[in-house]
């Protein structure tokens, strides 16, 4: 990619992460004061997440996967502390809290979707591992229409039926499709695509907007009687989330920069997948873990990214000479 244009890019991600909390709340107060208003625009949140999802493929290139066969210890670990952990603390949650099962599934579900889909500015915010996020945003999305069912059948059943097969065919058509459909169009017009690739964060910021007023509209009600609680428990997910991460990165004796990498990935969810799955297989309510999720989880991510910057990144080892042998690499992979 042009320097000129990855440092456009870089600049619209960094304005796009800090005024999405505020475009998403503005949404999220609309429908909440408005939700009669809201409501016969919000008919569309299937097309609107293959439309965020085709827009994240175009952001990718072939060499993005390089790490998976060249170095795929990192990319195995964080895609093992994706899937693990996040299902593990929504179901702990849903039992220290005794949430209502139409809560609860929508808890769970946000904790078994793949990572969220400004994970990779946070990491690039963080002082993280960008070419490491990237991989494992992609690679956890691309199987999702298969451990996310999965997962959700074996974690959720006890809430609620979930046919684990007709999720599976949704995401096919609302994550795969797109995102392969969007890296294909990348290969074939990649000159002309990275022209407006500054623009494509502000696609994601819209479409999740629209996705939260869709679900807040339909669950205003809701809002007012299990709000807090739903708030409580998307923090302690989200952070706990962070913090793991972190911690197994660290445990496998990562650097510094791919732990930070880990910390985010799997902290921060595609909460927007969450939402249209709890919404179409599920109450209305279900999805509003996942509307608070995105939220909250854009905020956290900020502020957590101003931490991380604020510590510095040297590390020592022979792990750390690896992993830094491995950005390397990969930053000499044009995107």
Known sequence: MDKNAQT??????????????????????????APEAAMPWTGHTRIALGIIMFGMGLTLTVPDFAMVFRHPLPVLLGLIAQYV????????????FNLDPTIAVGVILVGCAPGGTSSNVITYLSKGDVALSVTMTSISTLLAPLITPVLTLWLADNYLPVSAS?????????????????LVVRWLAGR??????????????????????AVVSRSADSIVEAGLLVLLVVVLHNGLGYLLGYGAGKLFKRSERVSRTMS?????????LAATLAGQYFDPVSALPAAVFSVWHNISGGLLSLFYRARPTKDTGATASTDAAITEANSQVER
């Not at 304005?15 to 909390?21: C, E, G, I, Q, R």
């Not at 952990?85 to 220290?96: E, Y």
């Open 166 to 182: 007709d999720m599976a065919m949704s995401i096919v058509k609302m994550v795969l499709v797109p995102v392969i459909g969007g």
């Open 192 to 213: 002309w695509i990275a022209k407006i690739l500054p623009i494509l964060p502000w696609v994601s910021v819209l479409g999740i907007t629209y996705v939260v007023i």
């Open 8 to 33: 456009s890019e870089d600049r619209s991600s960094k304005l796009a992460v800090t005024v999405f909390p505020i475009i998403i709340i503005a949404g999220f107060l609309f429908a909440f004061l």
């Open 85 to 96: 952990i996040m299902p593990l603390i929504a179901v702990t949650l849903t039992w220290v």
């Open 264 to 272: 985010v990935e799997v902290g921060m969810q595609n909460s927007g």
